[in-house]
């Protein structure tokens, strides 16, 4: 049962164009949203979140959309740089608890 | 602060044999969560610690599998036996829970049973 899924499981992006990458999730008492990022061989690096009293949030080049209705976020990487190049993964966390549930991950390439 | 650190960062094993996965945690966090990176499922989490107990093992796949939190910065998981299903790469994360935290992850280690 993936409570959190992304559905792509890659991604290719011209550099200096937009990446957008996608996440659902099915529970509802989610109320806390990561996005993290992965290099090969490395542990995964936390990138930005968002809470579910908002709908936005920014962090430089990184944009995060939360639509609650739809239990849908996307994260928005603009404009993409070739040291995007990595996977990311969405997680969602339910209010009062501690656990992240993690998505597949989707791998993004920033072709030059 | 070195981050979490994790031993061994690649371990190759026959099916059969015991294996031991080690983690320190950052100094001062108190939640510890070991994950288990596969292809179909991504980042499954296996069972997490807070304040050294555990909390939650709903994710440990078997009864081959154990985890224990003897102290605030050190942890272990054990499989015994392991066998090829096994093959996986193993994060141990941690955080300290006040509101909201990001868990910060270690490098990994690469499971390999043959």
């Known amino acids: 049962d993936q409570q959190v899924k992304q559905n792509s499981p890659s991604l290719s992006v011209q550099e200096g164009r937009i990446s957008i990458l996608n996440c659902d999730y099915t529970?509802?008492?989610?109320?806390?949203f990561l996005w993290y990022k992965k290099y090969p061989a490395e542990g995964p690096t936390f990138l930005i979140s968002i809470s579910s009293i908002k709908d936005k949030n920014e962090d430089g080049r990184f944009t995060v959309f939360l639509n609650k209705s739809a239990k849908h976020l996307s994260l928005h990487i603009v404009p993409s740089q070739p040291g995007d190049s990595a996977v990311y993964f969405c997680a969602a966390m339910e209010k009062g608890a501690q656990k992240l549930v993690f998505g597949q991950g989707t791998r993004l390439t920033i072709n030059p | 602060d070195a981050g979490v650190i994790q031993s061994p960062r690649h371990e190759v094993t026959e099916m059969g044999q015991e294996v031991t996965l080690r983690c320190k945690p950052i100094?001062?966090?108190?939640?510890l969560f070991w994950y288990r990176q596969t292809m179909m499922r991504g980042l499954e989490l296996l069972i997490y610690?807070?304040?050294?107990?555990?909390?939650?093992d709903s994710g440990m796949p078997e009864d081959r599998f154990s985890a224990k939190m003897p102290n605030a910065s050190f942890s272990t998981l054990k499989i015994q036996p392991s066998e090829p299903r096994d093959s996986a790469v193993y994060f141990c994360?941690?955080?300290?829970?006040?509101?909201?935290?990001?868990?910060?992850f270690g490098q990994g280690t690469r499971l390999t049973v043959v």
């Open positions: 994360a941690s955080s300290f829970f006040l509101g909201r935290a990001e868990a910060f």
């Open positions: 610690f807070n304040n050294n107990v555990p909390i939650d």
């Open positions: 529970n509802s008492m989610f109320d806390y």
């Open positions: 100094s001062g966090h108190n939640s």
